[in-house]
């Protein structure tokens, strides 16, 4: 089966086109599990599979953390398979795409440079602050979408001297906090410039750091934006993959509209012959 690897500021997917593979949905969980595990096969961040569409949308986008487990979008993701989606001829320079979590727009702006529309935050909650080995941590709650992409959006003073092993233990802690019903991305933040953010996200299904994440982006803006600390619009946000850029529309006190802008890279196009995959139809 041939696939495709691709990135976007460094979170990484690999692409599969079910539209010409047919393979049954039951299978893609143990395929993500063991091609997305680094070292040991190509190794991604997740799985994304371009299935057939069923509500009048260009495609479907099936999603599949690394650890086999089902996302509902993925940002950076989207935007990847924008590009996947017009390169192979699947859709035009401007294209709707099923997600789990609802439809979801793109734009291609340049060969590499995408835009999507996130989905619409659906919970907001500025104020949700978490207690960790007794100490209280401030904190909001952010879901896109429905069903929602749960976000966590957490101040962190001097974040990019943090200690890593301190931080991922803090993230993976807030990840599983017991307020969060369906766990949480936890997305540390500092504000280091005007509309200048700088960020690192501890993302559920990887169970670790990514090098980006585009959703996590979204929220972190949309938190920010209502509390009146960004403008919403071109709000830049560093993180160790690269730069993503956020624009949220602020209508009183809601947010009607996310998008997300950054690059795409196309790392490799091949075929899988991983021996250690379970027996798949059709491979």
């Not at 709650?141 to 959006?153: C, N, Q, S």
Request: charged letters at 25%; hydrophobic letters at 35%; a negative charge.
């Amino acid at each position: 089966m041939k696939f495709w690897k691709m990135n976007g500021a460094g979170n990484d997917f690999l692409v599969l086109n079910n539209l010409e593979a047919h393979l049954p949905a039951q299978v893609f969980p143990a395929m993500a599990r063991v091609l997305c595990e680094r070292h040991l096969s190509i190794g991604a961040d997740g799985l994304m599979v371009v299935d057939a569409p069923t509500q009048g949308g260009d495609y479907k986008m099936l999603f599949f953390n690394s650890d086999g487990s089902v996302g509902e979008m993925c940002g950076n993701g989207a935007r990847c398979i924008c590009r996947y989606g017009y390169e192979n001829g699947l859709a035009g320079e401007t294209q709707t795409v099923e997600t789990t979590a609802g439809i979801v727009t793109g734009q291609r702006i340049n060969q590499r440079l995408y835009r999507i529309r996130l989905n619409d935050p659906t919970t907001v909650k500025l104020d949700s602050p978490v207690e960790i080995d007794g100490v209280r941590y401030p904190c909001s709650y952010v879901e896109l979408g429905d069903p929602g992409i749960p976000h966590a959006v957490v101040p962190y003073r001097g974040l990019q001297e943090a200690d890593e092993n301190e931080l991922r233990e803090l993230g993976r802690k807030i990840r599983w906090y017991a307020d969060f019903p369906k766990g949480a991305n936890v997305n540390f933040y500092e504000i280091i410039g005007e509309d200048l953010i700088r960020e690192r996200t501890f993302e559920r299904g990887v169970e670790d750091f990514t090098y980006a994440c585009g959703t996590g982006t979204g929220s972190v803006v949309t938190v920010l934006t209502l509390q009146g600390r960004v403008s919403g619009k071109d709000v830049r946000v560093i993180m160790p993959g690269g730069e993503l850029r956020i624009d949220a529309e602020r209508v009183y006190s809601h947010i009607a509209s996310l998008y997300l802008t950054g690059p795409t890279n196309i790392v490799c196009k091949g075929e899988i012959t991983d021996e250690d995959l379970p027996p798949i139809p059709g491979m």
